[in-house]
């Protein structure tokens, strides 16, 4: 909801036109029969299309019969998840609703399953899916699984961190057509490409490979990685993009040419050349110039907390991140922003609000969080002991190559200066239950909460470290600063910034190893894996600067 009065005073009834637009999407009237006056493939196709389960087994025991069980699924449930998929794709249905459509597939498929015999090749096709080697994001992958498996495709899914040998020898075993690869950072699309060499080296690369993540692009994969890989690779932006790659893949599909061996070998020793140096760079340091306060600093070394009121964080969770980034609700083309925002308050909250209530039982959120002096030299960020003199161990940031030529070092005194400057780290986590929660949901077949469950794993995580850099801000004396309201806060409108390990200004998840040392997270049941990925999946780190200058920037 908007804080300006202004903006409220609308000039007509938004539900009323909400109501309007929606009427012929999703909309069932629970009082009457949806179903009167249907026949049994129309009344099935609704129950796929409307995300219906009431009455779904009486409805495909009348369909048996007259049609076989293999016939109900290929023939009518199938051609209602086609339909689901046209609607997505034309904006007309939003994914929470997509993934409603495919537990009442899944429990269709459950209950005819029993009945049929098992005919060798009656399959779409097959495919392996896995997030890469060091990667334990799957939200994505799993999100592929459900659209591919619910439109009758064979899913192989062996889950995260999953190094190339593993994918190798679980795709044969499963004799399975396609690899499809997943994963959430930077350095998975260079594991990724990693793989595909390790195809060619193999003679593997009659397998097509397709590729998703939130750190790809199209045109690093579709000219980068179509270049070095002999066989075909594709670019994913989501599950229902894998779902036409798929058919093309298991229907006949145009291949796409392979590139000449020649051209392979030299666009192999390119990007082997370039990614070894992707984060480093020398050159001339940025004018930025020295911080006018420098805060006291408030103790030295290493503090934990685990006393939260559960409620109090929730209000820390931005509702945009959550509705639209996480649970993926989306304005259609025929909406204007006063309407969606009115749909949004009537669909996405409730939910918001069950959610809270029912995890707040799961949730378990901690803090390790520290203060240290320190100083900088050239891309150094040097930690000092408690003297203030002995060096404890350092960090090193990448440098922009151009634009302002920032580094995260730039924004504390250098090794010269007279007296040492403070920096200030973080560890939150809202504990491992609700990772266990979410998995257990997907499982089931719960796809819809499996969505929205791990959304507020995320953004609960989110809204704890939002949380407390707040604190961290007045222990330094410059949370004057803070804006007046929380809706403020997610535009970074405060004193100085935090920086998460892994992103663009620090996207070295092996510092995490020294953070580890700094603040002794162990102590509140928070590892670092062997690929420095912090465990478990719904923590954050981050390096907290007080500099006003430091604003979020990319290092390219």
């Not at 076989?68 to 929470?96: C, H, R, S, Y």
């Not at 953004?459 to 470290?465: D, S």
């Not at 981050?542 to 430091?550: C, D, G, L, R, T």
Request: charged content about 25%; hydrophobic content about 40%; proline content about 5%.
């Amino acid at each position: 909801m908007s804080d300006n009065p202004v903006e409220q005073n609308c000039v007509y009834d938004p539900l009323i036109e909400l109501m309007a637009r929606f009427e012929n999407v999703r909309a069932i009237d629970s009082s009457a029969d949806p179903f009167a006056g249907l026949g049994i493939e129309d009344r099935l196709k609704k129950h796929i299309v409307d995300g219906i389960k009431k009455n779904l087994e009486r409805h495909l025991e009348q369909a048996l019969e007259t049609y076989a069980p293999l016939q109900i699924i290929n023939d009518i449930l199938l051609d209602g998840m086609k339909t689901v998929g046209e609607l997505f794709g034309a904006g007309k249905m939003q994914l929470p609703f997509v993934l409603q459509s495919a537990e009442v597939m899944k429990t269709a498929v459950r209950y005819l399953e029993p009945l049929m015999e098992k005919v060798e090749g009656d399959e779409k096709g097959s495919i392996l899916l896995a997030t890469v080697q060091g990667d334990v994001h799957d939200i994505g992958k799993n999100l592929v699984d459900i659209i591919l498996s619910n439109n009758g495709y064979r899913v192989v899914n062996i889950g995260i961190k999953q190094p190339i040998n593993a994918i190798i020898e679980e795709t044969k075993k499963s004799k399975c057509q396609v690899i499809g690869l997943s994963g959430l950072l930077v350095k998975s699309t260079l594991i990724m490409r990693d793989n595909l060499l390790e195809l060619n080296e193999r003679g593997l690369h009659d397998y097509p490979v397709i590729l998703g993540g939130a750190a790809l692009t199209r045109a690093y994969v579709e000219q980068d990685l179509r270049r070095i890989y002999r066989g075909n690779v594709f670019y994913a932006q989501d599950a229902f993009e894998g779902l036409h790659l798929m058919g093309d893949l298991c229907g006949g599909g145009e291949p796409v040419t392979a590139e000449p061996e020649e051209a392979v070998r030299v666009a192999s020793h390119r990007l082997a050349d370039t990614s070894a140096n992707l984060y480093v760079f020398d050159g001339v340091k940025s004018d930025t110039p020295p911080a006018e306060y420098i805060p006291d600093l408030p103790f030295y070394g290493a503090r934990k907390n685990s006393r939260f009121d559960l409620f109090e964080l929730y209000k820390y969770i931005n509702p945009v991140a959550l509705w639209r980034g996480q649970w993926q609700f989306k304005r259609g083309a025929d909406m204007d922003n006063p309407t969606f925002n009115a749909w949004l308050e009537e669909t996405a909250r409730p939910i918001f609000e069950r959610l809270q209530r029912e995890l707040a039982s799961i949730f378990e959120p901690k803090v390790a969080w520290g203060y240290f002096w320190c100083r900088s030299e050239g891309n150094d960020l040097i930690i000092y002991e408690e003297d203030a003199i002995t060096e404890r161990l350092r960090f090193t940031f990448p440098r922009q190559s151009d634009m302002r030529r920032l580094c995260l070092s730039d924004f504390f005194l250098p090794r010269d200066s007279e007296r040492p400057d403070v920096v200030g780290f973080h560890i939150v986590t809202v504990g491992p239950e609700i990772s266990r929660y979410e998995r257990k949901l997907f499982e089931k077949g719960d796809y819809q909460d499996y969505l929205y469950v791990h959304g507020m794993g995320v953004e609960t995580a989110e809204a704890l470290a939002e949380y407390w850099h707040k604190q961290i801000r007045h222990e330094l004396g410059i949370g004057n600063a803070d804006p007046p309201d929380i809706k403020s806060l997610f535009a970074a409108r405060y004193h100085g910034a935090r920086y998460s390990f892994g992103y663009p200004a620090c996207p070295n998840l092996e510092d995490q190893a020294k953070l580890f040392e700094l603040l002794h997270p162990e102590e509140i049941g928070v590892t670092l894996s062997e690929e420095f990925m912090i465990v478990p999946e719904q923590s954050t780190s981050a390096i907290i600067v007080h500099h006003p200058a430091a604003k979020y920037f990319n290092v390219r």
